[in-house]
């Protein structure tokens, strides 16, 4: 896996970046080009693959090592749009299409469906809010994440 993500970072500047189809998951059914590759200033590869089912991601150092992880912060980016409970009839899309009824705690935008992001404790600290295309036709991402909060994670 690590060759196939460095022959296609050959071509990459630094500061470049580019999205292919990731050789772990293959793009999930849609094909989408998930996986990024970046390469730093420092000559380091970092790859992430962004479907949440797959979670491939690592770092190529400019010597072939694998890189440390390091944490960093996401800034907080609060949900600030109208939002309520999810309507009936999509509450009977998401139970026809994906088997899924939606708890009380997710939310309807009037576009999207907001699922909250909880901690260990079970508070919100953040917001997915997921379109369904088979819904409605709305352009834009499938998933856009709000954190209420900065958030401390980790990456390669």
């Given at each position: 896996m690590k060759d196939t993500i460095a022959l296609e970072a050959l071509d990459l500047p630094t500061g470049g970046r580019k999205r292919v189809i990731c050789g772990s998951c293959g793009g999930g059914g849609s094909k989408e080009l998930s996986l990024m590759i970046?390469?730093?200033?420092?000559?380091?590869?970092?790859?992430?693959c962004y479907r949440a089912s797959c979670g491939?991601?690592?770092?190529?150092?400019?010597?072939?090592?694998?890189?440390?992880?390091?944490?960093?912060k996401t800034q907080a980016k609060p949900f600030t749009g109208a939002?309520?409970?999810?309507?009936d009839n999509v509450h009977a899309f998401?139970?026809?299409?994906?088997?899924?009824?939606?708890?009380?705690?997710w939310k309807w935008t009037?576009?999207?469906v907001l699922i909250p992001l909880l901690?260990?404790?079970?508070?919100?600290?953040?917001?997915?809010?997921?379109k369904f295309p088979n819904l409605l036709d709305d352009e834009g991402p499938k998933a856009l994440v709000y954190y209420d909060k900065e958030v401390l994670g980790y990456s390669y």
């Amino acid at each position: 896996m690590k060759d196939t993500i460095a022959l296609e970072a050959l071509d990459l500047p630094t500061g470049g970046r580019k999205r292919v189809i990731c050789g772990s998951c293959g793009g999930g059914g849609s094909k989408e080009l998930s996986l990024m590759i970046t390469r730093a200033e420092n000559g380091n590869i970092y790859y992430v693959c962004y479907r949440a089912s797959c979670g491939l991601r690592g770092v190529i150092g400019s010597n072939g090592d694998i890189g440390i992880t390091q944490p960093n912060k996401t800034q907080a980016k609060p949900f600030t749009g109208a939002y309520g409970d999810i309507p009936d009839n999509v509450h009977a899309f998401l139970l026809h299409e994906y088997g899924i009824s939606a708890p009380k705690a997710w939310k309807w935008t009037g576009k999207r469906v907001l699922i909250p992001l909880l901690d260990g404790n079970g508070a919100r600290w953040g917001w997915v809010a997921r379109k369904f295309p088979n819904l409605l036709d709305d352009e834009g991402p499938k998933a856009l994440v709000y954190y209420d909060k900065e958030v401390l994670g980790y990456s390669y």
